[in-house]
């Protein structure tokens, strides 16, 4: 019961658990990845910021997809504007260090990042993502 218990409340026991898990069964174990979104004024600015995601190691990949219309309520009043999505494949671990990179470049004053985790997939790809973005 304690060893449970403080595999369940140490991040870093957590994490060797998982891998061991892994390791030992061959499967997948849901949450180790996940996608981020981030919304970008422009697709220069998109590019930068993917660019410099990828540069850094912090994503397996990122895919650039095409103007979306955007409603959304900033300072009181109601916005409407064009933006670009970039959906960041990483692993979960990685997300609080991918938000606070793509903070200190993103232009916007408060950008969205926000991430989902990947409960399962295609082996191979999820593999592939394994192998590309480094452990913490």
């Known amino acids: 019961e304690v060893l449970t218990l403080?595999?369940?409340?140490?991040?870093?026991?957590?994490?060797?658990a998982v891998q061991l898990h892994s390791a030992v069964t061959g499967s997948y174990v849901p949450?180790?990845?996940?996608?981020?979104?981030?919304?970008?004024?422009?697709?220069h600015i998109a590019?930068?910021?993917?660019?410099?995601?990828?540069?850094k190691r912090l994503a397996a990949g990122v895919n650039i997809l095409?103007?979306?219309?955007a409603l959304y309520f900033w300072k009181g009043e109601l916005e409407e504007s064009t933006e670009i999505l970039l959906l960041v494949k990483t692993r979960t671990s990685k997300i609080g260090e991918l938000?606070?990179?793509v903070r200190s470049i993103h232009p916007f004053e408060i950008p969205?990042?926000?991430?989902?985790?990947?409960e399962q997939g295609n082996p191979g790809y999820l593999r592939w993502m394994e192998e590309n973005v480094p452990r913490d």
């Open 66 to 69: 095409p103007k979306s219309s």
């Open 47 to 55: 590019r930068d910021i993917a660019r410099a995601i990828m540069d």
């Open 31 to 43: 949450g180790t990845h996940s996608i981020a979104f981030v919304t970008c004024l422009n697709e």
């Open 112 to 118: 969205e990042i926000i991430s989902l985790p990947i």
């Open 99 to 101: 938000s606070n990179y």
């Open 6 to 16: 403080l595999v369940l409340v140490s991040p870093l026991l957590r994490g060797l």
